[in-house]
C-alpha cells in the first residue's frame, strides 16, 4: 500500500464527500420530481403539461443545469484527487462512466421530450392516444434513471469508507 500525505488524503476526502452529499442531495431533488410532479403533468396529457411551463411551478430546466454542473465538476476534482488511490480511482471511474451514459441518455432522450411537452402546453397541441403513450414511456423509463442514478450514489459510499479507512 503506497503512503500518502495528510494533505493529499485530505484534498481527496473533501472532494470525494463532497460528490457524494452533492449526488444524494440531486437524487433527492430527483425523488420528489418523480413522486410529486411527474404523476401530476402525466396523470392526463396534455391537460397537465402547464405545470411544465417556466413561471407554473413545474419547469425546473435552470435548476437541474445548475445542480448538473456543479456535481459533475465535484466528480471530476474527486476522480482528480483520487487519482493516485488505485482502488477508489477505478470505482469512481466506473461510476462516472455509468453516471455520463445516464446523462446521454437523458440528454437525448428526456430533455427532448419534456421540451416537446412544454411546446405542446404553450401551443396547446393535440392529445391522443401516442401522446398518452409517450408520457406514460417517459414516466416508466424515469424511474429506471432515476433508480440508476441513486445506484451510483450509493456506490460512492464504500469509496468514502475506503478512503477515510486510509488514515493511519
Given amino acids: 500500500m503506497e503512503n500518502y500525505t495528510a494533505s493529499y488524503l485530505t484534498r481527496a476526502e473533501i472532494w470525494l464527500s463532497a460528490t457524494t452529499l452533492i449526488y444524494f442531495m440531486m437524487n433527492g431533488a430527483q425523488i420528489f420530481e418523480t413522486l410529486v410532479l411527474v404523476p401530476k403533468w402525466t396523470s392526463s396529457p396534455p391537460d397537465n403539461f402547464s405545470i411544465l411551463l417556466d413561471g407554473n411551478g413545474g419547469s425546473l430546466k435552470v435548476f437541474w443545469i445548475v445542480f448538473h454542473s456543479l456535481h459533475e465538476l465535484t466528480f471530476i476534482l474527486a ?28 440528454l437525448m432522450y428526456f430533455a427532448p421530450n419534456i421540451i416537446h411537452f412544454q411546446k405542446i402546453a404553450e401551443t396547446g397541441g393535440p392529445a391522443g392516444a401516442d401522446l398518452v403513450k409517450l408520457t406514460s414511456l417517459w414516466q416508466t423509463l424515469n424511474y429506471i434513471r432515476v433508480a440508476i442514478f441513486m445506484a451510483v450514489s450509493f456506490g460512492l459510499v464504500p469509496l468514502c469508507v475506503k478512503l477515510f479507512g486510509l488514515r493511519p
Avoid: D, G, K, N
Wanted: aromatic share 18%.
Fill in 79 to 106: 476522480i482528480a484527487f483520487c487519482w493516485r488511490i488505485e482502488p477508489v480511482r477505478s470505482w469512481l471511474l466506473v461510476l462516472f462512466a455509468v453516471h455520463v451514459v445516464v446523462r446521454i441518455w437523458t
